[in-house]
């Protein structure tokens, strides 16, 4: 379940309901008058996609693109 607090509460306690979000996993809603304002959740690391894992590692020479005179013997 997700716990609220008062804006005013968690300004008095920001570094402890930091924690305890962290720690727990849970959600935190802020509220101000009543209202939601804002979610504090943990965070979490998006994985890496591997689309330009290499780049600037890898350098292209000569032409990769134009065909080649060299007949491939998996083709004969």
Do not use: N, Y
Not at 2 to 16: G, H, N, P, Q
Request: with cysteine.
């Amino acid at each position: 379940m997700t716990k609220a607090i008062k804006a005013s509460e968690f300004k008095a306690k920001c570094l402890a309901v930091i924690d305890e979000v962290v720690r727990t996993g849970q959600p935190v809603i802020i509220t101000k008058r009543g209202q939601p304002m804002v979610e504090l959740v943990p965070h979490r690391a998006k994985p890496k996609s591997p689309f330009g894992i290499l780049k600037g590692r890898i350098k292209i020479k000569g032409d990769i693109i134009s065909p080649i005179d060299v007949e491939w013997e998996a083709l004969k």
